[in-house]
């Protein structure tokens, strides 16, 4: 049944991952949104109304600018590709319906603020407290879960995720996890449930952890991998696709 829904669904969000792309240069640049076209972080010059065109502008100038030759930065093709990947994960696992119109609009904001968490370290208000206010709908009415689901997701993941962030400022004395990731917590939960924070928690830790004695390997004159920050915004969204996809499956692992 969704053997022609995949592809529909790709090419959906190789076409909706341009302007995500665009919105994560123009926060991190600083560049006013409403100005048309994409800017050059270098010089700020226009890119044109071309480079919203996913994939190929970025290919054909090998992802620099057009006036001074600076790279555009990593945030143009890699978003790109990664919102097609997302969109035809959804549609393989969920085939057309609401469920995949509404991870697929969640999926596209936590795109957006993943790509500025791993650029800048901050997770913007517009997606995390919105996106927090906007999932226990979506959980109940878009999903179908039950109304306690969601609420005592929220509750839980933003909970949770400001206990660890106050008890390492007292263990450690510096902030060991952003107020971003608390509030992200709690919109993952309202989403997805709080049955899911266990596989979303779990697996956004480990990628987390992966990635930062990965990043130690190689690069071991950087200094200690505990001085380095990691952003742990964009594995606590791989964590809640991991649930998506696999919720069940992974929740067997994880449990008795």
Known sequence: MTDWFVPLAAALGLALGGPYAWLVRRYVTGAPLLRPGPGCPACGAGQGPGALVPLVPSALRRGRCRGCGAPLGPAWPWLEAASALLAALLAWRLGPGVPFAVYLAFGGALLVAAGIDAEVRLLPDAVTLGGAALAPFAAVFGLGLPWWQPVAGALAGGGLFWAVRQGFG???????????????????????????????????????????????????????????????????????????????????LLGP
Request: net charge positive; proline share 6%; charged share 10%.
């Open 170 to 252: 007292l263990v450690r004395g510096v902030e060991g996890m952003g107020l971003g990731d608390v509030k992200l917590a709690a919109l993952l939960g309202g989403l997805c449930g709080v049955s899911a924070l266990p596989v979303i928690t779990v697996f956004g830790a480990g990628g987390a952890l992966l990635a930062g004695a990965l990043g130690a390997a190689l690069r071991p004159g950087a200094g200690p991998l505990g001085a380095r920050r990691v952003p742990f915004g964009p594995f606590l969204c791989l964590g809640a696709l991991a649930h998506v996809l696999w919720g069940r499956e992974l929740a067997a």
